[in-house]
């Protein structure tokens, strides 16, 4: 027996190719990301995820892979324009990569440091007088 598509097929592979023409000639210039560090974060997480596989379906494992792609490629390029720290730039790819293998063990740990940030800035309770 043969496998016969049904009629959303040729939508779908009408729109892919559409897209995938509309951004051929630069890639990731549209998100301001560059090909090789998507890619190179991409590999850091497959990676990081071989290492210290977790016990979770595919599909779950597969959105962790691209949580951990976008961390890493966001964290680099967020890197790249901070003060002093443009010397990154030159390394992004690897410096993504070694973002995305690590990214199950830095991903808590910025959440965490994010939380304290927040709660130690917050404004300070009012006492006596004070508005």
């Known amino acids: 027996m043969t496998y016969v598509p049904g009629p959303g097929w040729l939508k779908a ?18 998100v301001g990301v560059p090909a090789p ?14 290492l210290q596989p977790p016990n979770v379906t ?12 976008l961390f890493g ?3 680099t390029v967020v890197l790249g324009v901070l003060p002093h720290m443009g010397w990154t730039q ?15 063990a830095l991903v808590p740990a910025v959440r965490d440091r994010i939380g304290r940030e927040v709660k130690d800035r917050a404004a300070p309770t009012p006492s006596g007088d004070a508005p």
Not at 13 to 30: E, G, I, N, R
């Open 13 to 30: 592979s009408a729109s892919a190719y559409v897209a995938a023409l509309a951004t051929w000639s630069q890639p990731f210039d549209f």
């Open 37 to 50: 560090v998507v890619f190179m974060a991409f590999a850091g997480a497959a990676a990081g995820l071989i």
């Open 58 to 69: 595919r599909l779950r494992m597969f959105a962790w892979a691209l949580a951990f792609t």
């Open 73 to 75: 490629a966001v964290c």
């Open 90 to 104: 030159g390394a992004a790819p690897a410096i993504a990569g070694l973002l995305s293998l690590f990214a199950k």
